[in-house]
């Protein structure tokens, strides 16, 4: 069972973006193919056969509700920048058209599930996340004890999942995580049974959760 931070993902990738001047989108569709390949060829599994049960997706929602308060901040802006929440609204526009192509993708996707929270704003702080790692923890130690997988795959590093990893583990479950080393706490690396940095791949096998974008030419 794969359990996908998309915050945390998309991070990694555009580390990985940054580092070999690429431009990487994701296919979330094909991350558990990537992973039973993967796995497959560990000495671990080598002699196992695997199969995927399900990919869990974990992302904040944009909603009408974070729209209507970034409005609202635009209207009264007291020692904040009007012109700042006007940015903020077009940036936050633009990406939820992107989401809802994510949404519309994921219901053609089998064995695949979005888990998602709204999105939070403040004036101090902007938009962020709320509820997501904690949506994702339980759901890992939930199938756990009921025992729905026997290896938890997690793309993520935050260190607040780092008590639901032991508890996993302490259910007899292995426990594989994939991060680009800046998006990992040291001791979810420590914690994990095995850790896989991202920033190691060859672009042969970042090409099979991945593709590069090319602008087409007119």
């Known amino acids: 069972m794969i359990f996908l931070d998309y ?10 973006n940054y ?18 390949d993967y796995l497959s060829k560990n000495e671990q599994y080598i002699k196992s056969i695997l199969t995927h049960v399900r990919t869990y997706l974990y992302t904040g929602e944009y909603t009408s509700a974070l729209f209507k308060r970034i409005k609202d901040a635009i209207k009264t802006p007291e020692k ?3 012109k700042e929440f006007e940015e903020l609204l077009k940036k936050t526009e633009k990406r ?14 089998y064995f695949f599930e979005i ?3 709204p999105l939070q704003f403040t004036k101090d702080k902007g938009i962020f996340q709320k509820g997501v790692d904690v949506q994702l923890a339980v759901d890992l130690v939930t199938n756990a004890y009921l025992n729905t997988y026997d290896i938890a795959v997690l793309f ?5 999942l780092l008590e639901s990893v032991k508890t996993v583990k302490n259910l007899g479950k292995h426990v594989i995580i994939f991060s680009h080393y800046k998006n990992i706490a040291q001791e979810m690396i420590r914690e994990g049974d095995m850790y896989i940095n991202l920033q190691y791949l ?6 099979k959760f991945s593709h590069q974008f090319e602008k087409k030419k007119k």
């Open 19 to 36: 580092e070999r001047k690429q431009d990487r989108i994701i296919d979330n569709h094909k991350v558990h193919k990537f992973v039973l």
């Open 80 to 82: 904040h920048d009007k």
């Open 202 to 207: 060859k672009d042969d096998m970042l090409d």
């Open 96 to 109: 939820h058209e992107g989401q809802k192509k994510l949404f519309e993708k994921a219901k053609t996707s």
């Open 7 to 16: 915050n945390n993902f998309t991070h990694n990738i555009r580390n990985i």
């Open 156 to 160: 993520s590093g935050d260190i607040d």
């Open 115 to 117: 888990r998602k929270k």
